[in-house]
């Protein structure tokens, strides 16, 4: 068995913190396993990296469990989103409307 190592990164960052951890793993090494071997949870208490996202230079990854790493990559924690994207969207532009008919009646 080939026991080359490879040099990977590993990022997460909240609004006011951000940490990257550089870190030599086993060729055959998953997105998962090096997030779970970078330590970053004594950076970032009750960070779950057995659920967290994950995702490569800014392209989230369906399958980190999955995904070998090759020399070089950075391996992105993306944090759980708080709401639904298309909800906020709706929401806006329902407050833009009502907005923009209150002007119309003035």
Same mark, same amino acid.
């Not at 951000?18 to 086993?26: D, H, N």
């Given at each position: 068995m080939d026991n080359k190592m490879i040099v990977v *990164?590993?990022?997460?960052?909240?609004?006011?913190?951000?940490?990257?951890?550089?870190?030599?793993? $086993?060729? &055959?090494?998953?997105?998962?396993?090096?997030? *779970?071997?970078?330590g970053m949870q004594a950076h970032f208490p009750g960070l779950d990296l057995a659920n967290? $996202?994950? &995702?490569?230079?800014?392209?989230?990854?369906?399958k980190p469990q999955e995904r070998v790493l090759e020399d070089g990559e950075r391996v992105e924690i993306y944090r759980p989103l708080i709401a639904d994207p298309?909800?906020?969207?709706?929401?806006?532009?329902?407050?833009?409307?009502?907005?923009?008919?209150?002007?119309?009646g003035d």
């Open positions: *990164e590993v990022v997460y960052a909240l609004a006011d913190k951000q940490k990257l951890l550089r870190l030599s793993v $086993p060729c &055959g090494t998953t997105m998962r396993q090096a997030a *779970e071997q970078s967290s $996202p994950l &995702g490569i230079f800014g392209k989230a990854v369906a298309k909800e906020v969207r709706k929401q806006r532009a329902a407050k833009a409307a009502k907005a923009k008919v209150g002007k119309e």
